[in-house]
T-cell receptor, first 118, second 115 residues
Framework: GNSVTQMEGPVTLSEEAFLTINCTYT??????LFWYVQYPGEGLQLLLK?????DKGSNKGFEATYRKETTSFHLEKGSVQVSDSAVYFC?????????????????FGGGTRVLVKP | DTGVSQDPRHKITKRGQNVTFRCDPI?????LYWYRQTLGQGPEFLTY????????KSRLLSDRFSAERPKGSFSTLEIQRTEQGDSAMYLC?????????????FGQGTRLTVV
């Protein structure tokens, strides 16, 4: 079955530090890959996505590149801010062959809590 | 605000009681999903509707769980004879079926505590 593994947190950084959160996946077919973010007290929000190999998703200074050869989708940001403190989830969407019922069902990793200190 | 809304936001119930949660998706979205998230874990898929048809159910969804989407708009998730292990955040999401890459929008969730 499909699965996503991401590094455990918490990750504690100082403002303006470089952030990397590792994510690897196992999937049948050709998955789409996503990073979702959950800020304190809020719902999950899509941060970025990539739908095919070598695609780079980017948003709000965050980037992730779909690496099919290493089945990875690591999240990076060059200079974090206090406002980036949140829980980050890597996820994939992979239809089960031609089964229509799969829809856009997401399989999530366990989440990585990031705390940025001033 | 036309995002996904869930009601109630919090529910405390005694073991053995039945509870029902409601989800109102974004109005033009035809797909609706329920997920469960326990503390420190990522969301886990429970079930999925396209319009009013329930097309997939996870093995996590025991016989005590039932979900409906009667008119293809709002959805309800009912848990009968609640157990302490049902304590979790229940998330609803909706999307359009144009392509499989279409973004899923999440509600803020209903936090269930079974005492």
């Amino acid at each position: 079955g499909n699965s996503v593994t991401q590094m455990e947190g918490p990750v504690t950084l100082s403002e303006e530090a470089f952030l990397t959160i590792n994510c690897t996946y196992t999937a049948t077919g050709y998955p789409s890959l996503f990073w979702y973010v959950q800020y304190p007290g809020e719902g999950l929000q899509l941060l970025l996505k990539a739908t095919k190999a070598d695609d780079k998703g980017s948003n709000k200074g965050f980037e992730a590149t779909y690496r099919k050869e290493t089945t990875s989708f690591h999240l990076e940001k060059g200079s974090v801010q206090v406002s980036d403190s949140a829980v980050y989830f890597c996820a994939l969407s992979a239809p089960q062959g031609l089964i229509k019922a799969a829809g856009n069902k997401l399989t999530f990793g366990g989440g990585t809590r990031v705390l940025v200190k001033p | 605000d036309t995002g996904v809304s869930q009601d109630p936001r919090h529910k405390i119930t005694k073991r053995g009681q039945n509870v029902t949660f409601r989800c109102d998706p974004i109005s033009e979205h035809n797909r609706l999903y329920w997920y469960r998230q326990t503390l420190g874990q990522g969301p886990e898929f429970l079930t999925y509707f396209q319009n009013e048809a329930q097309l997939e159910k996870s093995r996590l969804l025991s016989d005590r769980f039932s979900a409906e989407r009667p008119k293809g708009s709002f959805s309800t998730l009912e848990i009968q004879r609640t157990e302490q292990g049902d304590s979790a955040m229940y998330l609803c999401a909706s999307s359009l079926s144009r392509t499989r890459e279409t973004e899923a929008f999440f509600g803020q969730g209903t936090r269930l505590t079974v005492v």
